[in-house]
């Protein structure tokens, strides 16, 4: 009944840059945080960035600077602008949203994932 659907992956330069949405869909009420993970090969999946509905951002260390997450409350969107990407980068890319949805007549709060989007940066 509720859906995360990424778009926007795709292989890259180093330097180049990529945008990523995701957009919930469903019996959603109201959503609270979003944000993007990434897991690279070998390697557990970690935060990349993060959005409070306030628009308070938190971002990884390593994609500061880099890494813009923006989302829109109206279209329940969320967006990662990735510019001067590196090949550390290369990773697979999952949206999440901690959401309350309307399920089997009852609203209910937990967290959503999307199915994931690759990223590889390289020469």
């Known amino acids: 009944q509720v859906q995360l659907v990424e778009s926007g992956g795709g292989s890259v330069q180093p330097g180049g840059s990529l945008t990523l949405s995701c957009a919930a869909s469903?019996?959603?009420?109201?959503?609270?945080?979003m944000g993007w993970y990434r897991q690279a090969p070998g390697k557990e999946r970690e935060l990349a960035a993060r959005?409070?509905?306030?628009?308070?951002?938190k971002y990884a260390d390593s994609v500061k600077g880099r890494f813009t997450i923006s989302r829109d409350n109206a279209k329940n969107t969320v967006s990662l602008q990735m510019n001067s990407l590196k090949p550390d980068d290369t990773a697979v890319y999952y949206c999440?949203?901690?959401?309350?949805?309307?399920?089997?007549?009852?609203?209910?709060?937990?967290?959503?994932w999307g199915q994931g989007t690759q990223v590889t940066v390289s020469l």
């Open positions: 999440n949203a901690d959401l309350q949805a309307l399920i089997n007549r009852l609203f209910q709060r937990r967290d959503y």
């Open positions: 469903g019996t959603v009420a109201t959503i609270y945080d």
């Open positions: 959005i409070s509905m306030s628009g308070i951002t």
